[in-house]
């Protein structure tokens, strides 16, 4: 075989954005509508402050309004709680999206089932994953919808392939199931009980690898030509003692198997965003009863 495709999700993610920046200006002009979307960020995690702040400069840049909220790490669930209550109530918040992990005080699911499902732009309340796994409309979690744009742009139909997801989190492995059952797929979803995972994973063409385990995942692992989707963002020590990103696939290894298969960075990673500044405008388009542009 020879190299595989490379899935540029960096440059999906743009194009994505760009068709974002000109819907929020028909919105705007068309029905004076400027989506908002509020992110609440507690404590100090680096990786999350990293986050926060690109969500909200991406916000800004494809013309939505942008509320921060950061509180210190002590703040109790109480006031987590009245703080979203607050943006439930908030006409011009549109998308609510509170940054995990929240320090231990604070249950994380009280947190997420308190948000408004209209503005659950995360997709991670239970109303909206159920909604999801049967079939109604909802607001989906972003990294596994950005996922399947990514396996779409190798291959536009998934009918009747064999999918296997490696990982069974509610924010990434049973959502990006249900995604792809809903895209005709035939979803074997694995995890750290999987019995001889390598023969499971051997068996996909579409094989998302969704784990938190840097490079668990080796080319021998990978079925030749099948598409590979690398959700995993792992930091670990690089040459000369710096510290570098990959994925949940051994990428060197994998990419001379697979048919195309996305990198780390620059692949799943950039998705996320651009498909949380999706879910926002879908978000106001849904609670102003205006039609949502095709994005
Ligand atoms: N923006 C993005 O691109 C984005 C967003 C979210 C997450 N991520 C990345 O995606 C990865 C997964 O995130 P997550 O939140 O889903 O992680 P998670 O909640 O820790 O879930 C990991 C899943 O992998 C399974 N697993 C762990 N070790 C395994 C093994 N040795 N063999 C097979 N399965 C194994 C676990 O199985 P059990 O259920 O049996 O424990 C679990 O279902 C992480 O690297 C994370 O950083 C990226």
């Known amino acids: 075989m020879g190299q595989a495709q490379i899935i540029d999700g960096k440059a999906t993610a743009a194009a994505l954005r760009e068709r974002i920046a000109s819907a929020v200006a028909g919105l705007k002009d068309k029905h004076g509508l400027t989506p908002g979307l509020a992110v609440v960020l507690v ?105 399947v744009i990514l396996a779409r742009a190798a291959k536009p139909d998934l009918t009747g392939l064999h999918a296997v997801v490696v990982g069974r989190s509610n924010i990434v492995g049973k959502p990006v199931a249900q995604l792809l059952l809903a895209e005709n797929c035939t979803v074997t979803i694995a995890h750290s009980r999987t019995k001889d ?67 780390v960075p620059g692949g799943v990673g950039p998705m996320t965003i651009a498909c949380l500044l999706r879910n926002t405008v879908q978000a106001a388009c849904a609670i102003h009863d205006v039609e949502m542009p095709e994005l």
């Open 43 to 147: 404590g100090e995690n680096p990786a999350s402050q990293v986050y926060v702040r690109s969500k909200a400069k991406q916000t800004v840049e494809a013309g939505m309004a942008s509320f921060d909220h950061k509180l210190p790490a002590e703040t109790s669930e109480e006031d987590v709680l009245a703080l979203v209550r607050q943006l439930n109530e908030d006409p011009a918040v549109h998308g609510i999206l509170v940054q995990l992990p929240l320090p231990d005080q604070i249950d994380s699911d009280k947190v997420l089932e308190t948000i408004d499902p209209s503005k659950d732009v995360d997709g991670f309340h239970p109303m909206n994953a159920g909604r999801l796994a049967t079939g109604q409309p909802a607001l989906v979690a972003c990294t596994p919808v950005g996922s």
């Open 197 to 263: 995972l390598p023969a499971v994973a051997r068996e996909a063409d579409l094989l998302i690898a969704a784990v938190g385990r840097p490079e668990m995942i080796k080319g021998d692992w990978v079925k030749p030509g099948a598409i590979v989707i690398d959700v995993g963002i792992n930091r670990v020590e690089g040459e000369g003692g710096k510290s570098r990103l990959v994925g949940d696939v051994d990428f060197a290894e994998a990419v001379e198997v697979a048919g195309a298969i996305t990198p």
